[in-house]
């Protein structure tokens, strides 16, 4: 379960969002982009610490971008590659972002929600009369079985091959798309979503 928190956050996801996407080699270049987050979905962190996000954004009428972070009360160490911004979050303060492909937490979960059949958590809205369910913006749906193993996962190697980010932990390679153009046949399980606008199940990422 995630809790939300009604909040100012500067720079907005938005803006971060924006930004990243511009500089990454496979955006296309577009004169004058116009961004927008069609939805999103978590994952937990066990150990409630890191906020565990993926954003699914459109830029004009293109594909949408796919593209996870992680929201950390500090930096993570021995990641400053990974790290795309800080945001100041009224509520929980200063959060830095990392690029969720490169973040052992967000892997595990990813790995965990494809082998046994997970969904994105719950989300529920602080509010002064207590938690209030939010409705999912995006929903996703591993391809997996409940109880089926999962590999432990405490370091994480990745390398960007087109628009896909390819990582390899705990012995298997997962590969994350960023851009959800028409999705080809799959072999192996697989983790697929929907939103508005796309209700039809989306290829999001597999394990090979």
């Not at 907005?12 to 496979?26: F, G, V």
């Not at 009360?73 to 100041?88: F, K, N």
């Not at 046994?116 to 591993?142: H, N, S, Y």
Request: proline letters at 7%; hydrophobic letters at 40%; charged letters at 20%.
């Amino acid at each position: 379960m995630a809790i939300l928190h009604r909040a100012k956050l500067t720079p907005s996801k938005l803006e971060i969002l924006s930004a990243h996407i511009s500089a990454q080699l496979w955006f296309p270049p577009t004169e004058s982009p116009v961004f927008r987050i069609v939805g999103a979905y978590r994952f937990d962190d066990p150990e409630g610490e890191v906020g565990v996000e993926t954003h699914l954004v459109t830029v004009g009428d293109g594909p949408v971008i796919q593209i996870p972070l992680t929201y950390r009360g500090a930096p993570r160490q021995g990641a400053d590659e990974s790290l795309i911004a800080t945001m100041d979050h009224s509520v929980l303060g200063r959060r830095w972002i990392h690029n969720a492909c490169d973040d052992p937490v967000y892997i595990r979960e990813l790995v965990r929600t494809i082998l046994t059949g997970g969904t994105q958590v719950e989300q529920f809205v602080e509010t002064a009369d207590g938690p209030v369910f939010f409705e999912p913006t995006a929903r996703v749906l591993g391809s997996g079985a409940a109880g089926t193993p999962v590999p432990p996962i405490d370091s994480v190697t990745s390398v960007l091959d087109g628009s896909n980010t390819i990582i390899a932990a705990g012995g298997v390679e997962i590969v994350v798309r960023h851009l959800l153009t028409e999705s080809t046949d799959v072999s192996g399980h697989s983790l697929s979503g929907s939103w508005s606008g796309a209700e039809n199940p989306v290829l999001l990422a597999l394990i090979r």
